[in-house]
């Protein structure tokens, strides 16, 4: 420090030093005795400079020790009284090294904090953000019953040897803007539609005077709930109603699990049949009035295709299910059936060709309605293809039999070939499935503009949007159910082959659990039409039977069941087992007395592993299996897992019944 002061203050002196004593060697030699009076002056010239720089350098040297001295006793004074709650810790450790005052106070543990680990401090604190560049914490922290965000940075130690990195932690105070944001987001506002979806079978057959007092009843209830939410009230129409109410009462709704589900159930006609509600509700921080009602419209559409009698929250996130655990009560009629056989007979005349698929491993009920569409296509001039894997399905014995008529000679083909066919003009009818990411073809679905749905299953979160035509109907027992009541508009039974005829009474069967469950007047009409057209019920049930090594391994899988909760056994098979057998061991649990639902946990010949749940009613398998990611309908449901190991899935199999039966045993 010295010697770079010494050059600042002396700039060239030894160059003029130099050229002053080459000038007085120069005057010895002309004359000595004015030579050495030059030298005389030059040597006093050097004393003095040098005397006055030293006082100069002692002067600043002063200067600048007293400025340093005043610049870190400044920075000190900063940090001790910064008005920000701060702190420093070690982040290889986590130990509070320092912290000030402010701090101390809010820790409430003075001196003590040194050298204590900051999760002692602050339960749960994470320093990993400041590791990865970050200079806030990405997550409020509670301190108290304060709320801060916290900011940071890095600081090296000045010791190189103690080797460890510092961090820099300021804390500020937000618990009154959090608090203002939780008022904000509590007092969003809600718009609910409120639907009896059994308005027509409730007042069916009753006079006008049971008819007021019902209706009576039902504007009460609805009114006393709602007055609760402190929010508005209005009929809209007979049986339809709106609601506007803050986000905080939609909070206490879903924690008392819809409530009004169970009330509503109280209300019945003089033929014992309940009233039920449906209900959307369409919220969002950021969205309009207007989005609101929007989404409340789309979620009463929602609950309407699972079934009804249940409520159904739309956000911007995606939809939210409560309830739905009621039977289905068959509703469709047959003007809604030949109105969409009609739009079904346009849209086939209209398209160039069309192409047909089910979902992903695909059984009796999906080839049974694709059999089905495909005759309808052919009876109207047009060429129908009939896309599957053939080499994953559960109905391979079914397609063998379609593919042996010479109608059938070129309407089987794989995805890449019907990617290879299409064009902008053809359509794509989607059968016993209206989930995107399960269909057989997912590429073609992406392809085709034109789609249309024939599906019987509940409408989960994720659904085919962009359709022409969507025959959902969660009261049909199957899919080839609803394929039959379409084809008596659109052919004559002439015109529908013996095997197509077979195929759709196996569907039928398959779903219907040999007309056990969900069995209604439309399924046996169904049945009996395709019975007088030539199906032969010998035939199908062929198509049920196995093999010697597929019957002992189902009965294996029965002796391996186990009741994991009351009146609900699980059978958990580590070895790969066919998708059918597994199906079938199940269908046979549920005959048991005291099993009210059965599921089966098993890896796939194909790869990966998938659950199969079966009831007759009791439970619902479709709610439980839609909490892992299935889907079905109340009695049959299933879930894929691509990636998951068995043992995995049981784990998330168990956890979703525990809330099943938690949720209902609530209510």
Known sequence: MDKKLAKLLEPGFKLIFAILVLFVAVTFYFSVPVGAAEAVVTLLVLVYYKSRARKRSNSMRRYVEALAFQVDNASKHTMINFPLPMMVLRLDTGEVIWQNEVMEGLMNVGSHAFDLHITELVPGFDTKWIMEGKNCCPHDVSLGERKFIVYGNLVTADDPAAGSLLATLFWV???????????????????????????????????????????????????????????????????????????????????????????????????????TLSIGIGRGEDCSLSELYTFANLSIDMALSRGGDQAVVKSPGGFEFYGGNSKEIEKRTKVKSRVMANALRQLIMDSSQVFVMGHRVSDLDAIGAAAGVVAAVRRLGKTPYLVCNRDVTSARELIDRLAAAPEYSRVFITEEEAMMLCDANSLLVVVDTSRPDIVDAPRLLDTIQKVAVIDHHRRAAS?????????????????????????????????????????????????????????????????????????????????????????????????????????????????????????????????????????????????????????????????????????????????????????????????????????????
């Open 173 to 275: 105070d937000i618990t009154d803007y959090s608090e203002l944001r939780e008022r904000f987001r509590r007092s969003r506002p809600v718009v609910g539609m409120l639907l009896i979806d059994s308005h027509e079978e409730l007042y069916k057959n009753i006079d006008e005077t049971e008819k007021s007092m019902i209706t009576a009843e039902i504007d009460s209830r609805l009114s006393n709930w709602i007055k609760k939410t402190g929010g508005i009230f209005r009929k809209l129409e007979r049986g339809k109603y709106l609601t506007v109410f803050e986000n905080a009462a939609l909070l206490d709704l879903i924690a008392d699990k819809f409530s009004i589900l169970e009330s509503m159930h109280e209300v019945k006609n003089s033929e014992g049949i309940p009233a």
């Open 463 to 667: 659904y085919i949007e962009r359709t022409a035509i969507n025959m959902h109907e969660p009261y049909a027992s199957s899919a080839s159910e609803l394929v039959t009541e379409l084809l008596q508009y659109i052919l004559s039974p002439t015109d529908l082959l013996k095997s197509e005829a077979e195929a759709l009474l196996a569907g039928i069967v398959l779903d219907t659990k040999s007309f056990t469950v969900k069995t209604g007047v439309r399924t046996f009409e169904a049945a009996a039409w395709l019975r007088q057209i030539g199906a032969d019920t010998v035939d199908v049930r062929k198509m049920f039977s196995g093999n010697l090594e597929g019957y002992i391994k189902r009965y294996q899988l029965i002796s391996e069941a186990k009741h994991v909760f009351p009146g609900i056994s699980l059978v958990v098979s580590h070895a790969p087992v066919d998708r059918a057998v597994a199906a079938q061991a199940v269908d046979e649990l549920i005959n048991i007395s005291d099993v009210a639902a059965a599921f089966a946990v098993f890896a796939e010949t194909s790869g990966g592993c998938a659950v199969s749940g079966r009831s007759y009613g009791k439970v619902n398998v479709q709610y439980v299996l839609e909490k892992i990611g299935g889907g079905g309908s109340m009695t049959m449901a299933g879930a894929q897992f691509a990636d998951k190991p068995v043992d995995e899935v049981v784990e998330l199999l168990t956890a979703a019944i525990a809330e099943y039966l938690k949720d209902t045993k609530q209510k």
